[in-house]
């Protein structure tokens, strides 16, 4: 059982729009929501991370919102750039013993 | 500060061998985990060590093992390789402190079974 559903799989965005990514959980023993940036080649580094005491965290362009009653966070990604075309993936874990992952959003920004 | 280090970052191996992929987390890390990841699966857990010790384990045959130096290193073993084993294997470094939880991730091993 997917323990963290991503939506969409793929999203493609003009340069200066805004990127949205949602992911939904079923733990309500999951602590702690991190999201993650992959290139090509490279292994995910974390982008962002937001605990579940607060409903919004942003961090320069990026900005995770988090719905604790809707078991539901979301990237938005500002004045996207087409340096932010990567896969990004939503995480979810209960004091950063395993996390476990979304299946991902290729977000191809246009330029 | 160094980065989580993992090596080597490319290997090919036939069917039935065995591997050992090695892990070093960054400097004052005790947590050290691993994932698997493939196109169709996703990032999957593999298992975590802390502090030489495996806390958790996931869904993974025996054949997937582990272990954890003094020194937090960690190694990652796949014995009888199959070719569903073809992966990135990446390695998350944690420092799990109070609420410090954030997990910072090597480059990977890209393991080629033939």
């Known amino acids: 059982q997917q323990q963290v559903k991503q939506s969409p799989q793929s999203l493609i965005v003009q340069k200066g729009g805004i990127s949205i990514i949602n992911c939904a959980y079923e733990?309500?023993?999951?602590?702690?929501f991190p999201w993650y940036q992959q290139f090509p080649g490279k292994g995910p580094a974390l982008l962002i991370a937001i605990r579940p005491d607060v409903s919004e965290k942003k961090e320069g362009r990026f900005t995770i919102s988090f719905n604790k009653s809707a078991k539901q966070f979301s990237l938005h990604i500002m004045d996207s750039q087409p340096g932010d075309s990567a896969t990004y993936f939503c995480a979810a874990s209960r004091s950063g013993n395993q996390f476990y992952f979304g299946t991902g959003t290729s977000l191809t920004v246009i330029p | 500060k160094a980065g989580v280090t993992q090596t080597p970052r490319y290997l090919i191996k036939t069917r039935g061998q065995q591997v050992t992929l090695s892990c070093s987390p960054i400097?004052?890390?005790?947590?050290v985990s691993w994932y698997q990841q493939t196109p169709g699966q996703g990032l999957q857990f593999l298992f975590e060590y802390f502090s030489e010790t495996q806390r958790n384990k996931g869904n993974f045959p025996g054949r997937f093992s582990g272990r954890q130096f003094s020194n937090s290193r960690s190694e990652m073993n796949v014995s009888t390789l199959e070719l569903g084993d073809s992966a990135l294997y990446l390695c998350?470094?944690?420092?799990?402190?109070?609420?410090?939880?954030?997990?910072?991730f090597g480059q990977g091993t890209r393991l080629t079974v033939v």
């Open positions: 998350a470094s944690s420092w799990l402190q109070g609420r410090i939880t954030e997990a910072f």
């Open positions: 733990n309500t023993a999951f602590d702690y």
């Open positions: 400097s004052g890390h005790r947590s």
